[in-house]
């Protein structure tokens, strides 16, 4: 790894770390009442988006002992497309509320997120940032590959307190790092008049903007949302 380097990649470990522990720590910290709330992934509860975080745990885990031994075909950016909304009829997403509402009681939902998140956690800090890794058919460095996950932890835990208001945001660092990727991963800029955590959610089609706002995107409010798949 060249010393140039080694900044991003050791700024993509502590990223991944601090959004994956915030994240988690969130669920932790929910009343069992909140699980039946709804999210801000469109049809999903919260104990389905919980669940979700629980194969996303796995998949990190998988990827992290997958590796390849060929040059790196996309990076933290590319590693996002662009798709088109979700419209419901993704098998995977039909399954994740199947899979929640099989837990019963929240706590065992709680308990197997912190045992495969924390898992999931740990293997990110062990691995080595610029050892390659083969995930969706692609390949990339651990790096960027966590810096990736930066992304979608921020935008999950900001759908896990859509509605609970009592929660609290990702950090500061983490809202920013997540917009700047998600500007990347778009190709322009959101007006600096939008804060980090607005950006997101109207970015992504999360939320509506206000009239006031779409004054402010311009002709960008036509673009959106870019949806991330």
Known sequence: MSAASRPHYVAAVELFSRSWTALRTAVAELP??????????SGWLVRDLVCHLVTDAQDVLITLVTPADTEPT????TYWKLVEPPTGED????LTPRLAAAYGEPRW???HLDDV????????ELADPAARVGTRDEVLTVGDY????VVEWTLHHLDLIAHLPAAADPS???LAAARASLEKIAGTAFPAALSDKDALLIGTGRRTPTDAEKAVLGDLASELPFVLG
């Open 109 to 111: 939902l709680k308990f």
């Open 146 to 149: 966590l810096s990736a996950y």
């Open 91 to 94: 098998p995977l997403d039909a």
């Open 74 to 77: 996309v990076d933290a950016v």
């Open 117 to 124: 998140g924390s898992a999931a956690g740990r293997a990110a």
């Open 172 to 174: 500061a660092e983490t």
């Open 32 to 41: 069992d009442a909140d699980f039946a709330r709804p999210s801000g992934c």
